[in-house]
C-alpha cells in the first residue's frame, strides 16, 4: 500500500508547470547580487527502510543551489513527503519563498525519487519529477532536478549537469580529466605524460581539443568522448600550435602557431594567418557571434588584450595597463564580457567589456587565479585558484560572488566547460 502511495505521489506531480520567474530580480552582471531566493530543501522521506543514497540526493540538490549564487538554501526540521504533511504557513512566516520535498524508495538495487518544488506563498506544487536511479546515478537525478527548479524559478538555464574538463599533473608529466561540474566522478582521459595545456570542450560538448608536446614539439589534438576515448593528433608541423578553441558553430577552430593567430577548419587544414606581426599572438577567445576574435599581444610591450573581427580587420586594443593574458569570451550574448587575467603583484581574474570599457576586478584571495572559462550560459566562471596552497578548479558568479572551491587534491589547472 505505501509503495502506491509513493507512486501516485508521483503520478499526481509529473508534468505539473508554471512560470514563477517574474518573482525573481535577476541581478546586474557588474553589480551584487541585491537579492538572494530562499529556498527551503528538507531531508526527503522514506517510503520503507531508510538508505544513505536519499540523504546523498538531497545534499547534492542543496549544494547546486547554493552554488547557483541566486539562492539562500535552508535544511533541517522534520522531513516532508507529500503535499498533506506540508504546514505552508509556518514556512512562509519562517521567510522561505521555494520548498523542495518528496519522497524515495529502495526497490531492490535501484533508488525510486518523487520530488516536488512549491511556491510556498501559493501554496502549490509548480514541479514535479521521477527518477529511477542505481546508486552510482543518484547524484546525476539530482542534478537533473536541480536544473529544471533553477529554470523555474529565475528563467535561468541551469548548469548542474554539466561537465568540466582539466589538466592534472605536474609541469611536464600532465594529463587530461574530466568532472562533474562539483569535482565528483573524476575519469582520466588521455596519457600522454606531457606537457599538456589549454583543453577547450566543442560546442556540442563531444569532443574536446587541446596542445601537448607528447610528440617532440607542442602539437594540437583532439579526443572524442564516449564509452571509448577516441584520440586523434591534429598538427604535424614545427610550429607550435598552441590554445585552440571552436568557433560557436562548431565549424572552425582559432589557435596560435609561432606567435600568430591562425583559423581553419576543424580538420586543421587551410589554416588562414589573421595576424602576421613581429609580436607574439597567442590566446584566441571568439565572440559568441563568431564574428570577432580576441587575444593577448604583446606588440605594445607587455601582453595586452585586443580584439579583431574574425577575418583579421578591424584590430584594436582594449586593455590599457598591466601584463594581461587568458582572454575568455561569455558565449552569452545578454552578457557579452571577457574574462582574463592580470599579473600585478600576483594573478587575478577581471571582465571587460569588447569595447574596453567596464572593466571589473572579480578575485582579490591570495595565490594566483587563472584560467576563467564560462560555463555554457555564459553567467559563471570556472578557474584555477592556488589560494588555499595547492591549485585547484573553483567557480564564481559573473560578478565574482559566491566564489566555491569545486575539486580538491591540487595539480588541476585550465578548466573547460564541457555540457
Not at 100 to 118: D, E, R, S
Request: aromatic letters at 10%; a positive charge; hydrophobic letters at 35%.
Amino acid at each position: 500500500m505505501v509503495y502506491r502511495v509513493l507512486f501516485l505521489t508521483i503520478a499526481l506531480f509529473i508534468g505539473i508547470s508554471g512560470t514563477s520567474f517574474s518573482q525573481i530580480r535577476l541581478p546586474d552582471v557588474t553589480g551584487p547580487i541585491v537579492q538572494k531566493l530562499p529556498v527551503f530543501i528538507p531531508d526527503l522521506s522514506s517510503v520503507g527502510p531508510s538508505n544513505p543514497k536519499g540523504r546523498e540526493f538531497v545534499e547534492v540538490l542543496r549544494n547546486d543551489l547554493q552554488n547557483a549564487a541566486l539562492f539562500d538554501v535552508s535544511s533541517g526540521g522534520a522531513t516532508i513527503g507529500n503535499h498533506n504533511n506540508i504546514n505552508f504557513q509556518a514556512i512562509f512566516d519562517a521567510g522561505v519563498d521555494y520548498l523542495i520535498a518528496g519522497q524515495y524508495q529502495t526497490v531492490g538495487n535501484k533508488i525510486k525519487f518523487a520530488v516536488q518544488l512549491y511556491n510556498v506563498k501559493e501554496e502549490r506544487p509548480i514541479l514535479g519529477r521521477s527518477y529511477v536511479a542505481t546508486p552510482g546515478r543518484v547524484r546525476e537525478a539530482a542534478h537533473k532536478f536541480a536544473d529544471l527548479a533553477m529554470k523555474q524559478i529565475t528563467g535561468k538555464e541551469g548548469f548542474f549537469t554539466a561537465k568540466i574538463a582539466f589538466v592534472l599533473g605536474s609541469r611536464s608529466k600532465r594529463n587530461l580529466f574530466l568532472m562533474d561540474y562539483d569535482g565528483f566522478n573524476k575519469r582520466q582521459l588521455t596519457r600522454h605524460n606531457s606537457l599538456l595545456m589549454s583543453p577547450d570542450c566543442s560546442p556540442d560538448g563531444r569532443q574536446i581539443i587541446f596542445n601537448s608536446d607528447k610528440v617532440w614539439d607542442q602539437d594540437l589534438y583532439i579526443i572524442t568522448l564516449g564509452s571509448k576515448i577516441k584520440e586523434r593528433r591534429l598538427t604535424r608541423a614545427f610550429k607550435l600550435e598552441q590554445s585552440a578553441e571552436w568557433s560557436p558553430s562548431g565549424k572552425q577552430l582559432a589557435f596560435s602557431a609561432n606567435g600568430d593567430i591562425y583559423v581553419s577548419g576543424i580538420s586543421g587544414k587551410g589554416a588562414r594567418n589573421l595576424t602576421r606581426s613581429h609580436s607574439i599572438d597567442v590566446s584566441p577567445a571568439w565572440s559568441p557571434d563568431g564574428s570577432k576574435i580576441a587575444f593577448v599581444s604583446d606588440r605594445s610591450g607587455n601582453p595586452q588584450i585586443y580584439v579583431m573581427n574574425s577575418n583579421g580587420s578591424g584590430l584594436r586594443r582594449i586593455t590599457s595597463s598591466g601584463y594581461n593574458t587568458d582572454p575568455s569570451w561569455s558565449p552569452n550574448r545578454d552578457v557579452n564580457k571577457i574574462a582574463f587575467v592580470r599579473v600585478e603583484g600576483g594573478a587575478n581574474i577581471y571582465t571587460i567589456d569588447p569595447s574596453g570599457g567596464g572593466e571589473q576586478r572579480l578575485t582579490f584571495s591570495g595565490g594566483r587565479n587563472e584560467n576563467p572559462a564560462w560555463s555554457p550560459d555564459g553567467y559563471y566562471i570556472a578557474f584555477s585558484s592556488s589560494r588555499a596552497g595547492a591549485k585547484d578548479i573553483y567557480l564564481m558568479y559573473v560578478n565574482g560572488e559566491n566564489q566555491v572551491r569545486l575539486s580538491q587534491g591540487g595539480g588541476k589547472t585550465f578548466p573547460t566547460w564541457c555540457k
